[in-house]
């Protein structure tokens, strides 16, 4: 996938004016919050759950290295084979190798981030292996050359006329407004790609030390048969995801499904435990994982260490004004919303990906959601800290911060300037008490109105309310 980060600016300017897609954001605003709000309110414990899976996360950061080891003890155990790669690059090189070990052609997948991250599909392509994305988003993003826009529902970014549109051109059937009548042209065409397929490869949601098992969580099973049907299943993942029981996934499992889509349980929860064994009815001959750290171990002892408690739940973005407002595209790259902002940087360079931990309100709605009490808003400030000591920050923000700073270092003028300022602010607004039109201010008086200030600044109030 191209990273356009940089353009970030550029791309949320022509998303703000996309009438399409803005109808399409329309049904996310509607859709994921508020099922999630109804789905917290009938578990009156989860409060604390995020409690638990904040410390149990936090526990295996700690312990990585020992829970990565003993997962890769229990897949060897278990027949299947552990494949470390610590870039993007190598993933490839090593899922291409696995694929030609086979003499693989076709290649089914289910819906992966980390595939997408590694740029697995073009690169397969390239070597003479066709994917096949399963996943009915993917799916529909492949057929038009896209990419996803969001976490777990790739095509969000898409209409229904949309959808009609892509399957009538690449299957040549006549154009449905009935999503029945697309989910089912979409089954027929994939059935006969599943069955034959030489390898199949999935992401995992988690994968778990105790017993080797990785595990994927799907609304639509072609998850399950992706990775039985072909002799060969390939599960691509990041080494952030591991877990020490199969009781602490149950804990993330019931966190995840609530955050991400409002619903009590996914549909199909799938775990894999190496190939086939004698007496099996069906499962792969072959079993392999590709761990992918790609720069996710250089955050571990950082003040990035907390993003890798992430589990992929797409809460933050639901819920973030930003994402809400210009989809997931305009971040330029594969991660999209709060989590990106914060993720991409730490893969990409803060060089290129400096536009996104500045693209937000900082509401703090997205730590208020995240199942794992991730503090984006923190760590995106500490992404716009590094860039400022790069040099890297435009020079209308340094010169203000600048500026900022010398007032701020001389108490007396501060409170000088902020009492003057005080009492221009509500001459200009007048007897309306909001201001219209603010000189330097014009990305906020250019939408909204700005409210004049109360008549004493923070430091009056401050003494009057410690008295």
Known sequence: MQINSPEFKQNAHIALHDASLQKALGNLKAGFPEKRAAAVARMPEFEQLRDEARDLKNHILENLDIYLEQFESKVVENGGHVHWCRTAEDAQKQILEICRQVDAKTVTKGKSMVSEEINLNEYLEANGIQPIETDLGEYILQL???????????????????VSEAFHQAHHRPKSDDPAV??????????????????????????????GSTIIVTNEGNGDLTQTLPKTHIVVTSIEKVVPTLEDMTLFLRLLARSATGQEFTVYNTLSTGPRREGDVDGPENFHVVLVDNGRSDMVGTEFQEMLRCIRCSACM???????????????????????????????????????????TFCGKCESVCPVRIPLPKLMRHWREKEFEKHLSPKAVRWGLAGWGFFAK???????????????????????????????????????DMPAPSGKTFMQQWKENKR
């Open 410 to 448: 001389r108490p007396a003028l501060y409170r000088t300037l902020s009492t003057t300022s005080n009492w221009f602010l509500r001459t200009l607004a007048g007897k309306k008490g909001k201001i219209k039109k603010l000189p330097l201010a014009g990305g906020w008086t250019d939408w909204r």
């Open 144 to 162: 038009r050359h896209d990419h996803p826009s969001h976490i777990i529902a790739p095509a969000i970014h898409l209409n229904l006329e949309d």
């Open 318 to 360: 639901n819920h973030c004004p930003v994402y809400g407002a210009v989809g997931g595209h305009a971040y330029g790259w594969v991660y999209p919303g709060p989590m990106g902002s914060v993720l991409t940087p730490q893969m990409i360079g803060i060089e290129k990906a400096g536009n996104l931990p500045n693209a937000s």
């Open 182 to 211: 697309l989910m089912k042209e979409a089954r027929e065409m994939l059935r006969k790609k599943f069955v034959a397929a030489d390898v199949g490869i999935t992401g995992a949601n988690f994968f778990v030390a105790e017993t």
